[in-house]
């Protein structure tokens, strides 16, 4: 299986900060990578995939980049309703496999 | 509009079958991969597995399978995951998701709380 590593585990951040996420797999995915946002006693919800590729309705204050082993969620802009909890996924091949999460936090 | 719904939450005793559901609509239901996810309490996301409705195509991931069986009933739109033996381990949050490809989580249910206890 290919392992997801994220770093850091969380982050704390205020409004109308600049918060960077990484993601780390054990082998090269090239860019089958998502990222999803948590809310608590939520669903997930797609943000990115493809690595860079914006969800339809996700707002442009994200973003990804990133290809082969290393990968990067930017929030440009911290807004309130961003406190939340990050997961990266890769889709390279299966099992499909998460990071751990990086939550947000004020 | 694309939507998933799930059936509601579930208390069961340890060794108890249990089988739930996830019904799509507003899109061709047999075009698209349905994949489920397991969120234990306070814990992260796993990938179980994926099954294409049109065929009944699945794919477990080797930490769930020959643990749960993946189905679906295309003439109803509905996907399930299902249990014969259920274990206090089994207590999580389950969601279903309409995938983009067999990839990517795009749509997901409301999940399921299951809950096993003796």
């Known amino acids: 299986d290919i392992q997801m590593t994220q770093s850091p585990s969380s982050v704390s951040a205020s409004v109308g900060d600049r918060v960077t996420i990484a993601c780390r797999a054990s082998?090269?995915?090239?860019?089958?990578l998502a990222w999803y946002q948590q809310k608590p006693g939520r669903a997930p919800k797609l943000l990115i995939y493809?690595?860079?590729t914006l969800q339809s309705g996700v707002p442009s204050r994200f973003s990804g980049t990133g290809s082969g082993t290393d990968f990067t969620l930017t929030i440009s802009s911290l807004q309130p309703e961003d406190f939340a909890t990050y997961y990266c996924?890769?889709?390279?091949?299966?099992?499909?496999?998460f990071g751990g999460g990086t939550k947000v936090e004020v | 509009e694309v939507q998933l719904v799930q059936s509601g939450a579930e208390v069961k005793k340890p060794g108890e079958s249990l089988k739930i559901s996830c019904r799509g609509s507003?899109?061709?239901?047999?075009?698209?991969?349905i994949g489920w996810v397991r969120q234990m309490p306070g814990k992260g996301l796993e990938w179980m597995g994926i099954?294409?409705?049109?065929?009944?195509?699945?794919t477990y991931s080797p930490s769930f399978e020959g643990q749960v069986t993946i189905s679906a009933d295309k003439s109803i739109s509905t996907a399930y995951l299902q249990w014969t033996s259920l274990r206090a381990s089994d207590t999580a949050m389950y969601y279903c998701?309409?995938?983009?490809?067999?990839?990517?989580?795009?749509?997901w249910g409301q999940g399921t709380l299951v809950t096993v206890s003796s």
């Open positions: 998701a309409r995938q983009i490809s067999n990839s990517w989580s795009a749509y």
């Open positions: 996924q890769q889709a390279n091949s299966f099992p499909l496999t």
């Open positions: 082998q090269d995915i090239s860019s089958w």
């Open positions: 099954i294409h409705p049109a065929d009944s195509d699945t």
């Open positions: 493809g690595a860079s």
């Open positions: 507003g899109y061709s239901f047999t075009n698209h991969w």
